[in-house]
């Protein structure tokens, strides 16, 4: 069933906000138009100043390829996900959910139900985690795994539906180790592991 999109509130004493990007795990955000591609720091759910700049950098350069017209439906959809992801970073969440929207709408346009490709479907489980469809996204990301086995995104971003929405805290901590046994070096998965290692009551692991 699905829940309510994630609430995140508006960065608040952006002076402590250093002390805070220790606990930085959602916030990453990307931007790609025609053959680059910039991919932001992981920021937390309090950005820094200079990550609230870069941030909004990246909302209008993602604006600017969701509105050039002839970009393919693949480009619209990726644009629409990671702007949506930055507008959620820094607390617009109305701005956020339309993006979203917008993007599962798109990749449902886009992606072929006879042979998807795994990162479109993970694309579109990334959107649909975000707008609180925790079923449909862990559907997308069971679908990606099946298609590429060590997809190690799918995997981490599988093991926080799970983790966050379903209080799977075992099932999450499965995830992220396989995960970090195909990407040990996996800054994302390590934080979500230990989140999961904490809200089961294991804080040995946890730190």
């Known amino acids: ?11 608040r004493g952006l002076a402590r906000a250093g ?42 350069a993602a604006t600017l390829w969701a509105s050039h017209r002839p970009a393919g439906l693949l480009d619209l959809a990726a644009a629409r996900l990671h702007r949506g992801e930055a507008y959620m970073a820094i607390g617009e969440e109305s701005h956020a959910i339309g993006d979203m929207e917008e993007s599962v709408r798109l990749y449902d346009t886009v992606v072929d139900q006879r042979q ?13 985690a975000a707008l609180g469809q925790s079923e449909r996204a862990l559907n997308d990301f069971n679908r990606a795994l099946e298609l590429h086995p060590q997809n190690s995104a799918a995997l981490v971003q599988r093991g926080i539906v799970l983790a966050k929405r379903n209080e799977d805290f075992a099932g999450a901590i ?9 990407a040990p070096n996996d800054v994302n998965a390590l934080i979500h592991r230990g989140y999961a290692y904490a809200r089961a009551g294991d804080f040995a692991h946890s730190f």
């Open 1 to 11: 069933m699905s829940r309510a999109p994630l609430r995140v509130r508006p960065c």
């Open 174 to 182: 499965t995830d992220f180790d396989r995960a970090l046994v195909i």
């Open 19 to 60: 002390r805070r990007r220790r606990h930085a795990f959602d916030a990453r955000a990307q931007v790609a138009t025609r053959g680059m591609t910039w991919t932001l720091p992981s920021i937390g759910s309090c950005p820094s100043r200079s990550a609230r700049r870069v941030l909004k950098w990246s909302i209008s």
């Open 116 to 128: 998807p490709a795994a990162d479109l479907v993970l694309n579109r489980g990334l959107a649909l």
